[in-house]
């Protein structure tokens, strides 16, 4: 299945289903801030959009409600988000890091996570 792109409001709506697992359109727009919150039929279009894409399916109805559940990964949808936002840097990561370690977002806790994850990935890539 191939991951599809999803807007800012579609991420929060399957932000609320990994957090609290299957839920109604209504739990899910309770979820929202009030201040903010989108309308309660809007969250039914984008969860109806959402079911289209892939990203969720119906899991049940309890009486004239449906229940949701999330059908991609929280993972699968942030790597999506983190391929498309390198893809303006034509794939380099250098840009990337060099912005964070100047903007002091960077720390040496996240280098050293990230060589603790590049050390994995190359033990695996190597032949034994």
């Given at each position: 299945?191939?991951?599809?792109?999803?807007?800012?409001?579609?991420?929060?709506?399957?932000?609320?289903?990994?957090?609290?697992?299957?839920?109604?359109?209504?739990?899910?727009?309770?979820?929202?801030?009030?201040?903010?919150?989108?309308?309660?039929?809007?969250?039914?279009?984008?969860?109806?959009?959402?079911?289209?894409?892939?990203?969720?399916?119906?899991?049940?109805?309890?009486?004239?409600?449906?229940?949701?559940?999330?059908?991609?990964?929280?993972?699968?949808?942030?790597?999506?988000?983190?391929?498309?936002?390198?893809?303006?840097?034509?794939?380099?990561?250098?840009?990337?890091?060099?912005?964070?370690?100047?903007?002091?977002?960077?720390t040496g806790e996240d280098i050293k996570e990230?060589?603790?994850?590049?050390?994995?990935?190359t033990e695996k890539r190597?032949?034994?």
């Open positions: 299945m191939s991951i599809p792109k999803l807007s800012k409001l579609e991420m929060q709506i399957m932000d609320a289903l990994w957090t609290k697992g299957e839920c109604s359109v209504r739990e899910i727009h309770d979820e929202f801030p009030e201040k903010g919150r989108p309308a309660y039929t809007t969250v039914q279009t984008m969860v109806n959009r959402l079911e289209a894409k892939g990203a969720v399916e119906r899991a049940k109805k309890i009486g004239n409600s449906l229940i949701f559940r999330a059908t991609l990964s929280r993972t699968a949808a942030h790597r999506r988000l983190v391929d498309e936002f390198f893809s303006f840097f034509d794939g380099r990561v250098q840009p990337v890091i060099a912005h964070l370690i100047q903007s002091g977002k960077l990230a060589q603790k994850l590049l050390k994995e990935h190597e032949p034994r």
